[in-house]
């Protein structure tokens, strides 16, 4: 979870709550969902909070939140931003890897220590969350007043250069060091360079950003010394880059929010990309349907329309328009741009819990006739799992992320093949580690993992599952379906299909199902010896003596039967 410092005077200043106690302003923070962690040699708050709620990364933004839960605060607000001055244009010679690329200006701001040591701070911790680790996002700050614009195309406003730079190419003075260098020996030689040199090693061409005078920063991995921000700073031209236009925007925005709360005038910038042209920030309002019986069935309340109007008000957000459909009532709910976690309605509801208060809400009993207990389907997959237990299989519980080459390559298996297990994985879009990249789609491939992890032990070895797997579905809500999946396997020099077989009848039996297995074709399995599980009538899955070069793969030198199919067959 992130953590920000804050000074209690300072959110004491910007709240307009100087009367507050550090005891109070904690029992109002945690109200907000931030919990104090302890406090920092200097006398300032340790606030840790969720990940989401990344406008709180900045003292000014916590001091919003809180205003708004004081009712100080109403509404939305959207700072006044002047016409674009300067431009900045993107070159075909930009990294295909980091293409993208927003800004602003903000004036007149009065910095003394206190405020950049927070600005810093900020960037940081977008830089660490929403950015991450500057791979997704890098922000650059810099000093207006130090750079020279080039004469914008068509001779209006001036301009700044984002393009591609050789390695050994141009060279400037980054932050923290008095010699010229060139992107190259930035990244050898330089402290920082050196710690974020993985970001960009791989490119042909890095990234870089030109005034008319040279270049002044090297994003992601570090600012020239030529445009430091210093408390003498009044004018500051804020660019990033990134992997995702949307990412760097939404950063963009919370760190405009931040500088207007200190003062400043922000200012747009025109972006020119080669086929399009784009003006940032961009600070238009989203919008999310949420009816009020949602809103009372979840929070367990009564609430007028007047009541969930000001409720949503000093949540930070606006109804734009409400109607009623079927009977019921709906409001089209606006959201500022530095909200970036509003995904779902229920996100929203969240927000009004919060501005009610949880602990203003009153315990009560749901209207039903028992007191919770097991689910039918929970109780139905533990009898199973007792079942495979009793015919001996030793039972497992496996991550449900792998990545695309332990579900098909690994297993002989084409994504595109007719056949269990094959179909397109749930992809995460930044997995933190290539090992994790996809759900699994079949559940014989984690078994077949820990038998490959297991080569040190005796045989026989009998491993059983039942797990969760998913496929990409576009006829479903989420475009995703979800299902629970039987698999084993039995491993050691005698295993075979027969094995297999008798331990599946057993399961079909027990639970009064007729079991079919007629012959099939499936890459895992060596043909000849896989057959097609029916159920009822109904195919769902699959069983077999795994193929040769499947256990290959895994280095295994003993035969491995296995079988898996849907759970809810068994019903």
């Known amino acids: 979870m992130p953590v920000v410092d804050v000074d209690p005077d300072e959110l004491r200043d910007l709240t307009g709550r100087t009367e507050k106690t550090d005891d109070e302003l904690k029992d109002d923070l945690f109200g907000l969902g931030i919990e104090y962690e302890g ?18 990364l900045s003292i ?74 500057r791979a997704k996002g890098a922000i650059g700050v810099h000093d207006l007043t130090m750079l020279k614009g080039a004469p914008a195309d068509g001779g209006a406003g001036k301009s700044i250069r984002y393009q591609g730079v050789e ?52 994003p992601p991995v570090i600012n020239g010394r030529r445009t430091e921000v210093s408390t003498e700073s009044r004018d500051l031209f804020i660019e990033m880059t990134g992997t995702d236009q949307w990412t760097i925007d939404k950063m963009l925005a919370i760190m405009v929010y931040a500088l207007d709360a200190r003062g400043g005038q922000v200012e747009s910038v025109t972006v020119d990309y080669p086929d399009r042209s784009v003006v940032r920030p961009d600070l238009s309002l989203s919008q999310k349907t949420l009816t009020h019986e949602a809103v009372e069935d979840t929070l367990g309340l009564s609430l007028s329309p007047e009541e969930l109007h000001d409720l949503i008000d000093r949540a930070g957000l606006e109804i734009a328009t409400e109607r009623s459909v079927d009977g019921r009532r709906e409001y089209e709910v606006s959201i500022p741009p530095y909200r970036v976690d509003v995904l779902h309605p229920v996100d929203l509801i969240d927000d009004v819990g919060r501005a009610y208060g949880f602990n203003n809400l009153v315990p009560r009993y749901p209207d039903v006739s028992t007191v919770g207990g097991r689910t039918e389907a929970s109780r139905h997959e533990e009898a199973v799992r007792d079942l495979l237990v009793g015919l001996g299989f030793e039972d497992l ?102 094995d297999a077989k008798g331990r599946l009848q057993v399961l079909a039996d027990h639970f009064g199902v007729d079991l079919a297995t007629p012959a099939t074709e499936h890459p895992s399995f060596i043909d000849g010896r896989v057959a097609e599980i029916r159920l ?14 499947v256990l290959v793969e895994h280095d295994l030198e003993v035969p491995v039967a296995g079988f898996e199919f849907e759970l809810g067959a068994l019903k």
């Open 167 to 218: 390695p050994a190419g141009d060279r400037f003075v980054p932050l923290d060091s008095d010699a010229e260098m060139t992107p190259a020996q930035v990244l050898t030689d330089h402290s920082t360079g050196r710690e974020y040199a993985d970001l960009v090693t791989d490119y042909e061409r890095y990234p870089a950003i030109y005034d008319d005078i040279g270049l002044f920063s090297f």
């Open 60 to 133: 000014t933004g916590i001091a919003r939140s809180l205003r708004y839960q004081y009712g100080d605060l109403s509404g939305i607000y959207v700072p006044d931003t002047n016409d674009p001055e300067w431009t900045i244009e993107v070159a075909e010679s930009v990294p295909e890897e980091r293409p993208y690329v927003t800004g602003a200006i903000v004036r007149g701001l009065d910095l003394d220590e206190t405020d950049l040591e927070a600005i810093i701070q900020l960037q940081e911790k977008l830089h660490a969350t929403m950015g991450r680790k």
């Open 39 to 56: 406090e920092t040699e200097d006398g300032k708050l340790r606030l840790e909070f969720e990940a989401d709620r990344l406008d709180r």
């Open 536 to 549: 009822d009538g109904d195919s769902v899955g699959v069983i077999g003596e795994l193929h040769p070069a």
């Open 397 to 498: 519980l496996n991550f449900n992320l792998t990545s695309d080459r332990e579900l098909f390559d690994r297993m002989g298996l084409d994504r595109e093949a007719d056949a269990f297990g094959a179909g397109e994985p749930p992809r995460l879009i930044e997995s933190y580690s290539e090992d994790f990249t996809h759900l699994r789609t079949w559940a014989l491939p984690s078994l077949m993992q820990v038998l490959e992890n297991n080569t040190h032990r005796s045989y026989p070895q009998h491993l059983s599952e039942i797990g969760f797997v998913a496929q990409v579905d576009s006829s479903t809500v989420t475009n995703v379906a979800e299902g629970r999946s039987v698999a084993a396997v039995l491993a050691g020099p005698e295993a075979t299909y027969e």
